[in-house]
T-cell receptor, first 114, second 113 residues
Framework: GAGVSQSPSNKVTEKGKDVELRCDPI?????LYWYRQSLGQGLEFLIY????????KSGLPSDRFSAERTGGSVSTLTIQRTQQEDSAVYLC????????????FGEGSWLTVV | SQKIEQNSEALNIQEGKTATLTCNYT??????LQWYRQDPGRGPVFLLL?????KEKRKERLKVTFDTTLKQSLFHITASQPADSATYLC????????????FGRGTSLIVHP
């Protein structure tokens, strides 16, 4: 597709369940980012993938959060044993190379934990 | 600690006027600074990038300035229109090391007809 695609666009889950959020970056983009945005808050960095390098996981808030990127393309963010404080918009972005110069965001996955 | 500060109060202006938004930072040595627009329920959209050795950048009705001495960037929208109403985010990337932009919280702009 032309842009970064995320799914699902909306997810309501019960506390304690696991969720998976998917990101399909722009074709040819080697860098992929996950950010989180809570209501009225700024973008909080979660994890960064660049090519075949080890991901930068320094933003993951706890060991319940993990992400992988298969084949240098699609990425999945997994949240285990969800908590209410995990409710937020999870934004994926990609860029052409690992420079961070211009990153292109998807529309986000809105997660609500009830 | 490192901080990026944008005015949390919404900026209300009249159509046709120039909107000026501010991004201040502390304890950063940014290689470049970016401005993004975010509409409600949407992902941010890139607008402009300015490098540390550039003073000013323009794109159509948009102008960005970057003062590394004051540690401040100003974002101007001239001849503002109600369609410019959105939240505007600044993002910094530091020299060397991480390629991960850090974002401010954004300032909401409301342009009244």
């Amino acid at each position: 597709g032309a842009g970064v695609s995320q799914s699902p666009s909306n997810k309501v889950t019960e506390k304690g369940k696991d969720v998976e959020l998917r990101c399909d970056p722009i074709s040819g983009h080697t860098a992929l980012y996950w950010y989180r945005q809570s209501l009225g808050q700024g973008l909080e960095f979660l994890i960064y993938f660049q090519g075949n390098s080890a991901p930068d996981k320094s933003g993951l808030p706890s060991d319940r959060f993990s992400a992988e990127r298969t084949g240098g393309s699609v990425s999945t963010l997994t949240i285990q044993r969800t908590q209410q404080e995990d409710s937020a918009v999870y934004l994926c972005a990609s860029s052409l190379a690992g420079t961070g110069n211009t990153i292109y965001f998807g529309e986000g996955s809105w997660l609500t934990v009830v | 600690s490192q901080k990026i500060e944008q005015n949390s109060e919404a900026l209300n202006i009249q159509e046709g006027k120039t909107a000026t938004l501010t991004c201040n930072y502390t304890n950063y040595s940014p290689a470049y600074l970016q401005w993004y627009r975010q509409d409600p329920g949407r992902g941010p959209v890139f607008l402009l990038l300015i490098r540390e050795n550039e003073k000013e950048k323009r794109k159509e009705r948009l102008k960005v300035t970057f003062d590394t001495t004051l540690k401040q960037s100003l974002f101007h929208i001239t001849a503002s229109q109600p369609a410019d109403s959105a939240t505007y985010l600044c993002a910094l990337r530091t020299s060397g090391g991480s390629y991960i932009p850090t974002f401010g919280r954004g300032t909401s702009l409301i342009v009244h007809p």
